[in-house]
């Protein structure tokens, strides 16, 4: 089991929000290659990265950031995610050092763009569900789709993605626990491997995670609970080692 330290970036600065709102954002660092670094002494074995601007603006708008914490950590494997919506930006992300990319609202509202965007980079590409009540929410969250989770990522499995970044809006954020049902449902539903977001909280987290680790669950991004220091991020990675490995 993965632990997937999450860096977000708004204006950029390493943030976090809370369920996908732009006005309600607690800065954690004003330098995020700093920030990127001291998960990696912790042991983060890959990286979450969000161009929140970027998802608002349909865009990148962090890409010099995240080149930045490429360029310093060229070994880490990064995903980033925000604003990915053509394939020019696929390609300068993955040229910029971007081990994998992550496709939201474009994988919704465009189906053929991902069967299209997985021949051209095969390997490279996850796809990011948010989900609230079973259906997707597109556009940084601000609309809910009519489109059943289960459906999509059986639709993007078929068409070659890696992985499904599953986020559960209502946890995202809130330190609420993780959305176990929905996400071990999710990753019943397919063979690809499903990452969980969205609730991680404390150690039993990691521990309740492990133990649905083989339904399909590779990894789990954390986020607001590593800055608020209720999960020590090395603790969390030598936990889920240890368990993974039993």
């Known amino acids: 089991m993965l632990l997937i330290p999450a860096i977000d970036l708004k204006e950029g600065k390493c943030v976090r929000l809370k369920q996908g709102r732009m006005e309600d954002a607690t800065i954690y660092s004003a330098d995020p290659v700093d920030m990127a670094g001291q998960w990696v002494e912790a042991g983060a074995r890959r990286l979450h990265i969000v161009d929140l601007d970027g998802a608002f603006a349909g865009k990148p708008v962090n890409a010099g950031v995240v080149k930045n914490i490429a360029d310093a950590y060229p070994d880490l494997p990064i995903q980033i995610g925000g604003g990915i919506r053509d394939e020019d930006t696929i390609q300068a992300y993955l040229d910029a050092g971007v081990q994998y990319v992550i496709i939201g609202t474009k994988a919704v509202n465009v189906p053929h763009f991902v069967s299209d965007i997985c021949s051209e980079f095969p390997g490279h590409i996850i796809i990011g569900l948010d989900a609230k009540n079973g259906k ?84 789990a991004i954390t986020g607001r609970a590593i800055y608020e220091g209720t999960l020590d991020f090395a603790e969390g990675q030598k936990l889920a080692d240890e368990l993974s490995a039993k």
């Not at 940084?140 to 993007?156: E, M, N, R």
């Not at 397919?190 to 990691?206: E, K, Q």
Request: proline share 1%.
């Open 136 to 219: 997707v929410a597109i556009d940084g969250w601000s609309k809910l789709s009519h489109h059943d989770v289960i459906d999509l990522a059986q639709k993007f499995e078929q068409d070659g993605v890696e992985a499904i970044v599953y986020t559960d809006i209502s946890r995202d954020g809130m330190m609420s626990g993780v959305s176990l049902e929905s996400t071990v449902a999710l990753a019943q539903a397919i063979t690809i491997p499903v990452i969980a977001s969205g609730g991680i909280t404390n150690l039993d987290d990691i521990t309740n995670l492990c133990k649905v680790e083989d339904e399909g669950i590779m990894g």
